[in-house]
């Protein structure tokens, strides 16, 4: 399996941001310094986000950063993408796992140290760990931690993202967590300056002492 730097992740949100202005706002993000990006797409149709998915790969294969596809294993495996990520109610991760192969990216959402260790077991690359806060974007049923995040970090030996209403200025929780990165999508697709916003957050991660004692 493969290992992939996780310090800022883009999560892509279309209800945030026009689908036709979406590359350059990846494009933007990415010199500012975001290291992965995922493309999410709850309500567009199959071809939309094979297309969408396309337009954004083109951006990121030309800057050299993976391109993860969330939920959709045939867009995924359609564009060639870097990976897939899944969720807690997608396919089981070892079924993903599978199909992708041992060469590409695999991503599984947790919230427990149980659905952490179950993901390790059956495949995964890395973790998103969350909600750290409530958010807009997707509905949150508990929050976590930095306890938490440190406890699946340590249990689990993935590498992994805290997510969920993650901010510049509020980067501290992270601190003591052992996470990996972080994982933002309002942060930076809601921004006036998306380049200037990535920078910002990925100067806060480094400042947010996330291998400091909790």
Known sequence: MSRVDLTLYLVTDSDLCPP?????????AIRGGVTLV??????????????????????????HVPLIINDRLDIALAVDADGLHI??????????????GPDKLLGVSASTVEEAVAAAR???DHLGVG????????????????STI????????LPLVGIGGIKANNMGVLRGSLADGVAVVSAI???Y???SAARQLVEAYRKAGVNDEI
């Open 87 to 100: 969720g807690q109610e997608d396919l089981p991760a070892s079924v993903a796992r599978r199909i992708l």
């Open 20 to 28: 036709e202005k979406m590359p350059e706002v990846v494009d933007k």
């Open 193 to 195: 300056d998306p380049e």
């Open 131 to 146: 909600a750290l806060f409530p958010t807009d974007t997707k509905e949150v049923d508990h929050l976590v931690d930095a």
């Open 150 to 157: 440190r406890r699946i970090r340590q249990q689990s030996g």
């Open 189 to 191: 697709m809601c921004a």
């Open 38 to 63: 995922q493309l999410r797409e709850k309500t567009a149709s199959s071809r939309e986000f094979y297309q969408r998915a396309l337009a954004i790969k083109e951006v990121t294969s030309d800057h």
């Open 122 to 124: 059956d495949g995964a």
